[in-house]
């Protein structure tokens, strides 16, 4: 009896922390997350919510997104681009709370509209020097804003060759 009391008391020791440290967690990343969702949108609001307050180690959480100049809704009634440029502001978020060295982003950008394209190519512009992105992408506004392309290419059947330019020597040429 008394192993079992003591265990029992060492799990609510472990949850009264775990519930602690994920409060904490939780409510620097919503904060972060606010911020950078505004920024991507030039503009908005947007925050996370527990599902269930009282069990907070057992909740889920939900996304609210307000773009500008439009009326506050949860992720699945905001159009593909807008989901998608809110998933991305979640992740910017996280990175900016754990910075990762590399991060690899493949086709995030293809639901975006052009201003949200801009907008996404020169948030990554502009963080790039915390971490480097390799992004895949077909879209023009953020191949035009990247320090390095790379392609594959096959001339011939069977054999692929790599193609690199830097961006970013071609732009330091035009501004000497």
């Keep these: 009896r008394k192993t079992i009391d003591s265990l029992v008391e060492i799990i609510e020791d472990i949850d009264k922390i775990m519930t602690s440290r994920f409060t904490e967690s939780f409510e620097l990343l919503s904060t972060t997350f606010s911020e950078t969702y505004s920024a991507l949108f030039s503009g908005g609001e947007a925050y996370l ?3 269930d307050k009282l069990d907070i180690l057992n909740s889920g959480i ?7 100049g439009k009326t506050p809704k949860n992720m699945s009634m905001l159009s593909g681009g807008e989901r998608a440029l809110t998933a991305l502001a979640l ?3 996280l ?4 910075p990762s060295p590399l991060c690899i982003i493949d086709e995030a950008d293809a639901s975006l509209d052009e201003r949200n394209v801009a907008n996404f190519a020169n948030y990554l512009k502009n963080y790039s020097n915390k971490t480097q992105f390799v992004v895949i992408s077909h879209r023009q506004g953020t191949i035009e804003e990247s320090d390095n392309l790379y392609g594959v290419t096959m001339n011939k059947a069977g054999i692929s060759k790599i193609i690199s330019v830097s961006l970013e020597k071609h732009r330091r040429g035009k501004n000497a």
């Design 49 to 51: 919510e527990l599902t």
């Design 95 to 98: 990175l900016k709370i754990k």
């Design 91 to 93: 992740l910017f978020a």
């Design 62 to 68: 939900e996304i609210f997104s307000k773009p500008p």
